[in-house]
């Protein structure tokens, strides 16, 4: 089946470093979420990427889409305290699968004032 | 509010009785989907509805039971737990529209000695 594997398991930055997730698929991907995890609580959605070689900017965050739509990254530009948690990606088949959602393993940032 | 109920937050039960852990929401959405997270495994998906009595298994189905009779409820039911199955359980749903902007419940703490 679908496997989706995201690394690194952790990281541990200091504020102002900057911070990159990422994920690779063992098959194509309809889409790719990107959701965030603070520490007891449950994913908040950050984005959804679509098409090949998307790239979306929020504030801080750029994320990428692979042209293949089989790999996936999230960087962190100057990071600040507010953004520790864990990042899940997220990948949603496609064909009779649609709907199935798989996510990667998690990057557990740490961010030190 | 717009969101996402679990309930209940937390369960401890023994080996073999059945449970049902309750998933509400009321924004309307068509899709709602189970998941458990455990540590370095990340969320794995168990079953995901598209729509009223339209259910998928995920990756982890085995030995959970759902259904899907109304838009708003999406009950999951462990009909004889074992302890494998102490987890954190997440339920989501997403909006038609663009049915992959998943919000989260806020998670069931099941324990099963």
């Known amino acids: 089946g679908q496997q989706v594997m995201q690394i690194p398991q952790y990281q541990h930055v200091q504020e102002g470093e900057d911070f990159t997730t990422y994920c690779n698929s063992s098959?194509?991907?309809?889409?790719i979420q990107w959701y965030k995890q603070r520490p007891g609580g449950h994913p908040v959605f950050l984005i959804q990427l679509v098409k090949s070689g998307e790239v979306k900017k929020q504030k801080r965050l750029t994320f990428q889409f692979g042209e293949a739509k089989k790999n996936s990254s999230l960087h962190i530009t100057a990071t600040q305290t507010t953004d520790v948690g864990t990042y899940f990606c997220a990948g949603l088949a496609g064909g009779t699968s649609y709907g199935k959602l798989t996510f990667g393993q998690g990057t557990i940032l740490t961010v030190h004032p | 509010e717009a969101q996402v109920t679990q309930n209940p937050r937390y369960l401890i039960t023994v080996t073999g009785k059945k449970l049902t852990v309750t998933c509400s929401q009321n924004?309307?959405?068509?899709?709602m989907s189970w998941y458990r997270q455990d540590p370095g495994l990340g969320l794995r998906q168990i079953y995901y509805s598209m729509n009223v009595e339209v259910t998928d298994k995920g990756d982890v189905p085995e030995g959970y039971k759902v259904s899907r009779k109304e838009k708003r409820n999406f009950p999951l039911i462990l009909e004889s737990p074992s302890p494998n199955q102490t987890s954190l359980y997440f339920c989501?749903?997403?909006?038609?529209?663009?049915?992959?902007?998943?919000?989260f419940g806020p998670g069931t703490r099941l324990t099963v000695l």
């Open positions: 098959t194509t991907l309809s889409n």
């Open positions: 924004m309307n959405h068509e899709y």
């Open positions: 989501a749903s997403s909006p038609s529209g663009n049915p992959w902007t998943q919000y």
